[in-house]
C-alpha cells in the first residue's frame, strides 16, 4: 500500500519561509509524478507545484512563481516544497499527492495518492 507522509507545515509571519516535505512509501520502485496541492478554506483544491519523475521537469501554479521551489530525492523517495516569501493568501492545507506507476511485490501498478495534509498558516 502507497503512502505519503507530510510534514513541515505551521504557523509563519508573512514574508517568512517554510519547507515542507513528503515521504512516499510502500512500493519498490516508482515512476510517480508527485505534486503538491492547497485547499484553502471554502476554497477548491489546486496544484500548487509539479514534478515529473525522470526528466525531472517542474511546472508551477501562477501565483507561486518565483517564491516556491518543488525538489525531490529519488533515493529517498522524498518531495520538497520550499516556500519563500509566504503571504497571507498561502494559507492552506497542503497535501502531497503521487500519481503514475510503481512495483510492489512481483507486480507493476499504477495508481493516484494522496498524503493526510499538513496545515499552512501566514499570519502576523
Known amino acids: 500500500q502507497v503512502q505519503l507522509v507530510e510534514s513541515g507545515g505551521g504557523l509563519v509571519q508573512p514574508g517568512g519561509s517554510l519547507r515542507l516535505s513528503c515521504v512516499a512509501s510502500?512500493?519498490?520502485?516508482?515512476?510517480?509524478?508527485m505534486s503538491w496541492f492547497r485547499q484553502a478554506p471554502g476554497k477548491e483544491r489546486e496544484l500548487v507545484a509539479r514534478?515529473?519523475?525522470?526528466?525531472?521537469?517542474?511546472n508551477y501554479a501562477d501565483s507561486v512563481k518565483g517564491r516556491f521551489t518543488i525538489s525531490r530525492d529519488g533515493a529517498k523517495n522524498t518531495v520538497f516544497l520550499q516556500m519563500n516569501s509566504l503571504r497571507p493568501e498561502d494559507t492552506a492545507v497542503y497535501y502531497c499527492n503521487a500519481d503514475g506507476d510503481y512495483y510492489s511485490g512481483r507486480s507493476y501498478y499504477s495508481g493516484e495518492f494522496w498524503g493526510q495534509g499538513t496545515q499552512v498558516t501566514v499570519s502576523s
Open positions: 510502500g512500493f519498490t520502485y516508482s515512476s510517480f509524478t
Open positions: 514534478i515529473t519523475s525522470g526528466t525531472t521537469s517542474t
